[in-house]
């Protein structure tokens, strides 16, 4: 890994991936929808290249690939909330799956001239696994897939698209299924950042004052940012294309016992009390995954707890 392309730079895994690979001493190319007012502040790396526009754009591509010359691109630019997918699902499908096919293309183009053969990490969703049985859990790669949102939809589809490219073509693609991570910068629109914020918001109330929350009996499997993030690095380095991978912590949270673990870390004595716009459609009452084939090909483990995450948020909400 010399020279490493990064599409969706500028999110949340993106700046956690910049700073991984630039004290990793790689050369950077970071590509962005938009340029940030101030790239450095919002990732904090400085010395990479970056880029700006659209990935459904073939020009656009086609300029990048041919200016970063990579051999190495981690493909994390996606629509990744799951509502936001549902209230657009063609946009969803542009995002998640043509533009995707666009960057594999382009790719493909300056393999076969021989200017590159890189290894190209296409990051998927545990999302794609669908319902399952509870005496399936943890999931290994080898469960069906069954998508129940237009988000899980697109992440299957984008790993068909990219599957077939390296059957056909033989370009190096390697596919990671993460299942759910979080840390300090995440939106608040996911879980447990809105947790730690309604959390924060109570600190100095009386004990028993109600919280607002919504389905507390979704089960899943939390990983910390850094942890995916080394994960998807050693996937690039050991992962062996053609292959598919679970990033997983194979443990499951319920949400009632993450907010529990959110209220005791923040010292806050609240009453949760359902607030019905907060509930939504539980498609997937539980995901949890099994990491070995991981494990197994790169050495990867993960080293932070569901603890580490909550501290680094409550960290953050408090500064």
């Known amino acids: 890994m010399k020279r490493v392309l990064v599409t969706g730079a500028a999110g949340f895994v993106g700046s956690y991936m910049l700073r991984a690979l630039q004290h990793a001493g790689v050369e950077l190319f970071a590509l962005a929808t938009d340029p940030p007012e101030h790239p450095e502040a919002v990732t904090g790396v400085s010395g990479v290249t970056w880029r700006f526009g659209d990935l459904r754009d073939d020009a656009y591509v086609a300029d990048v690939v041919a200016a970063a010359q990579p051999d190495t691109v981690i493909h994390l630019a996606a629509i990744s909330h799951v509502p936001t997918a549902a209230a657009d699902p063609a946009l969803a499908c542009e995002v998640n799956v043509t533009a995707t096919a666009r960057l594999l293309y382009q790719l493909g183009l300056a393999r076969d001239a021989g200017v590159i053969d890189p290894t190209v990490l296409v990051v998927g969703s545990a999302e794609q696994y669908g319902r399952h049985d509870t005496h399936e859990f943890p999931l290994v790669e080898s469960a069906i897939q069954a998508p129940r949102t237009v988000y899980a939809g697109t992440k299957a589809a984008q790993e068909m698209l990219a599957l077939q490219c390296w059957r056909a073509t033989g370009l190096k693609v390697v596919v990671a299924r993460s299942f759910n991570h979080s840390g300090r910068g995440q939106p608040t629109r996911f879980l447990v950042p809105a947790l730690v914020q309604r959390a924060v918001e109570l600190r100095g109330a009386p004990p028993g004052t109600s919280l607002p929350v919504g389905n507390r009996s979704p089960i899943r499997d939390f990983?910390?940012?850094?942890?995916?993030?080394?994960?998807?690095?050693?996937?690039?380095?050991?992962?062996?294309?053609?292959?598919?991978?679970?990033?997983a912590s194979g443990t499951g949270w319920s949400v009632q016992q993450i907010l529990d673990r959110v209220l005791a870390r923040a010292g806050v004595q609240a009453t949760p009390v359902e607030d019905p716009s907060l509930v939504r459609p539980v498609d997937v009452p539980v995901l949890i995954g099994d990491s070995r084939k991981l494990q197994r090909a790169t050495g990867w483990s993960a080293t932070r707890s569901l603890d580490d995450i909550i501290d680094d948020l409550l960290h953050a909400a408090t500064l």
């Open 223 to 247: 990983l910390h940012v850094s942890d995916v993030v080394a994960a998807y690095i050693s996937l690039c380095q050991r992962g062996t294309p053609g292959e598919a991978y679970n990033v």
